[in-house]
């Protein structure tokens, strides 16, 4: 995320083969078979059309779990090509035996439709394996609207809003967006709550703002979820979102300038408005760990520790949301189930990156963290500044 982003990682869009290539294809998979046998791989998301050899192959591939390229989720590649930025906002999942949306669209499908445009689809066509989303090639660059957060396209009458920098939401994560200061102070409460249920309380003010892209992008030239702005970062204002409104299907926002503090450790934490709570919650306490560690002195960190670290913390507090979140976690209704695929989504995101630092990092930091424990660990990393083996 870049702090979360939330999500260089693991396709879930992958191309549809025509039938003239099943030969070539099959071959190809039994090369891969051989020189990756005892290897660890995973291409279990891509989709061929219904072929018994090719089926068989895929699931002997699936079954391997073998680990393909992962683009992670955070927004920094914007100038990645379109298949890039989709599989970045898209993490593969891991399906159980017999499970997969593979197996099932390669027994259902000749001519599939296009969920998008309701079509049948006679050229190459891509299926979102965590989110069940058909639809033609096209739509990945003729732009068709998708939701900054879950990455879905928007399909049929459904209604999406458009916030104030241009970015689009579907209906199921606007349900929990924190839009502005008044959304996000429940937010901050519990992530406090979070740390300081680890014995990682925080007790140094550091301001929390919310911000738009424009923002960040002023600030830091390019577009992140949030940032921890520390006291040599050159900056002494910052220009914030203070309320936002929704008229019908925008979002429009008031802005106002935030004067930082001068000479302090942590200047403030700056976070991209509009994301729902499981997100917004998970790039803030990435983002807190890092002023946490700041703030007790940890200085100097090789940057895969400082962000690996950091993003066990985001994925501890997604883990978290299962056990002590709000009342909106723990129903039944079809916006509960929502946000439990959302969570299991993002958690994907940050387990299956393949950045050096978010996703290298954040598997170095997790297996530490897993077998010493999280004090043991902070502790050798204060002593040592390296991970304990």
Excluded at 221 to 238: A, H, M, N, R, W
Excluded at 337 to 363: H, V
Aim: charged share 30%; proline share 3%.
């Amino acid at each position: 995320m870049s702090a979360n982003r939330f999500l260089d990682e693991g396709p879930s869009y992958q191309d549809q083969f025509s039938e003239d290539e099943n030969e070539d294809v099959v071959h190809a998979i039994e090369l891969s078979l051989q020189e990756y046998k005892g290897k660890e791989i995973y291409i279990g998301d891509m989709e061929f059309p219904q072929n018994d050899e090719v089926e068989e192959l895929a699931q002997a591939l699936e079954e391997s779990t073998l680990s393909s390229t992962d683009l992670s989720t955070s927004t920094e590649g914007s100038g990645l090509k379109w298949w890039k930025i989709f599989k970045e906002f898209n993490p593969s999942v891991h399906t159980s035996k017999g499970s997969s949306w593979w197996r099932k669209s390669s027994k259902q499908y000749n001519n599939p439709i296009c969920d998008v445009c309701e079509e049948q689809i006679s050229s190459a066509w891509f299926r979102c394996t965590y989110w069940g989303q058909t639809f033609c090639k096209k739509h990945t660059s003729d732009g068709t609207p998708y939701c900054c957060t879950c990455s879905r396209f928007k399909i049929a009458d459904i209604k999406y809003i458009t916030l104030s920098d241009g970015r689009k939401l579907c209906p199921d994560c606007r349900y929990t967006a924190v839009m502005d200061p008044e959304d996000c102070k429940p937010l901050l409460d519990e992530v406090h709550r979070f740390f300081k249920g680890l014995n990682m309380k925080i007790r140094y003010y550091i301001p929390i703002l919310l911000v738009d892209e424009e923002e960040l992008i002023r600030i830091h030239k390019k577009s992140i979820l949030g940032s921890t702005i520390y006291e040599k970062f050159e900056l002494d204002t910052v220009t914030y979102v203070s309320r936002s409104t929704q008229r019908g299907e925008n979002v429009e926002v008031v802005k106002e300038v935030e004067q930082l503090p001068p000479g302090r450790k942590v200047k403030a934490v700056l976070l991209l408005y509009g994301f729902p709570k499981l997100a917004l919650g998970s790039t803030l306490a990435h983002e807190l760990m890092h002023a946490w560690m700041r703030v007790q002195g940890y200085r100097r960190l090789n940057l895969n520790i400082a962000e690996g670290l950091s993003q066990v913390m985001a994925h501890k507090w997604l883990e978290w949301q299962s056990f002590t979140g709000d009342e909106y976690m723990k129903g039944t209704s079809e916006k509960t189930q929502f946000l439990r695929n959302l969570k299991e989504f993002m958690k994907d995101g940050i387990e299956k990156r393949y950045s050096e630092a978010y996703g290298q990092g954040f598997r170095e930091a997790k297996w530490a963290v897993e077998r010493y424990g999280l004090r043991y660990t902070l502790e050798h990393i204060a002593r040592t500044g390296k991970l304990p083996e």
